[in-house]
């Protein structure tokens, strides 16, 4: 990634880029964590630039909205 492309499922910047047997799609790594499985599953290779930090893990609403009870 050249220049600062955006995810395709939000504004973020993108930061992984998911080469799919029938194209490819960029994500942030919020977007790319959540859709990792399904990614994989459909035969994506996923590309992270070694200046990317890693992808964090995925966390469940519960555990960062305050809004909900714990």
């Not at 490819?24 to 859709?35: I, Y």
């Not at 995925?58 to 555990?63: K, L, P």
């Amino acid at each position: 990634m050249a220049l600062p492309e955006h995810c395709d499922r939000c504004p973020a910047v993108a930061r992984v880029r998911a080469e799919l047997p029938f194209g490819e799609l960029l994500f942030c790594t919020h977007h790319a964590r959540a859709h990792e499985d399904r990614l994989r599953t459909l035969g994506a290779r996923l590309r992270i630039p070694a200046t990317a930090p890693p992808l964090p893990p995925v966390r469940s609403r519960r555990s960062h909205d305050p809004a909900v009870p714990r």
